[in-house]
């Protein structure tokens, strides 16, 4: 079955850059995404990548996909302190029809 | 933009009582999560619905949680009765098929069982 591993905490300074990390079981998931959550909120989603790219730019997001380590990262360029949230990493099943998400990462940005 | 719709907002219920989360989907989405997310942890999928039909309810505790989606279009999940574990925060979500290109999800319900 699929089993997304992420780990719970980072925390960096306003400005410098963040890379969430996320490793995944699942080698036949054709998409791979990121969402953001703030407290009390639903998920939103960030961006996605599909599986037979490595990397994918979008604004301050670029995203690093590793397909042989099954290993996918999320890089925000000069994180600001709105970037403080939870950041889960999420992948298809192999029918492709529901998500499986890792436990999420907690970002915290110092001023 | 468009929304998933959920309410209420807030559920604060006893132990042994019966509780039910309604969900409105982004319109003409026919495919319909609900997914449980306990604190610290990510999503954890109950129920999914292609329209009106259940595609995967193998995580759901049947013996206290029911979901339907009548018409194809909202949907309600009830618990009954309520146990303690049962505090989380309950997701729904919809895409217009599948989980290509993600879901939109709603803002949630988060229970509170005591």
């Known amino acids: 079955g699929e089993d997304v591993e992420q780990s719970l905490f980072l925390s960096v300074r306003e400005g410098d850059s963040s890379v969430i990390n996320c490793t995944y079981t699942d080698s036949s998931s054709t998409y791979l995404y990121w969402y953001k959550q703030e407290p009390g909120a639903g998920l939103q989603l960030l961006t996605y990548?599909?599986?037979?790219?490595d990397m994918k730019q979008d604004q301050r997001l670029t995203v690093l996909l590793n397909k042989k380590d099954k290993h996918l990262s999320l890089r925000i360029a000069d994180t600001q302190t709105g970037d403080s949230a939870i950041y889960f990493c999420?992948?298809?099943?192999?029918?492709?029809?529901?998500?499986?998400f890792g436990g999420g990462t907690r970002l915290m940005v110092k001023p | 933009e468009a929304e998933v719709a959920q309410s209420p907002r807030y559920k604060i219920t006893e132990k042994s009582q019966a509780v039910a989360f309604w969900c409105d989907p982004i319109s003409g989405h026919a495919t319909l999560y609900w997914y449980r997310q306990i604190l610290g942890q990510g999503p954890e999928l109950l129920v999914q619905?292609?329209?009106?039909?259940?595609?995967?309810d193998s995580q759901l505790p049947k013996d206290r949680f029911s979901a339907e989606r009548l018409k194809g279009v909202d949907s309600t999940l009830k618990i009954q009765p309520a146990e303690l574990g049962d505090s989380a925060m309950y997701l729904c979500a919809s895409s217009l098929a599948g989980a290509n290109y993600g879901y939109t999800f709603g803002s949630g319900t988060r229970l509170t069982v005591v």
């Open positions: 990548i599909f599986s037979n790219m």
């Open positions: 999420a992948e298809t099943n192999n029918a492709g029809n529901m998500l499986t």
């Open positions: 619905f292609q329209d009106e039909s259940v595609v995967d």
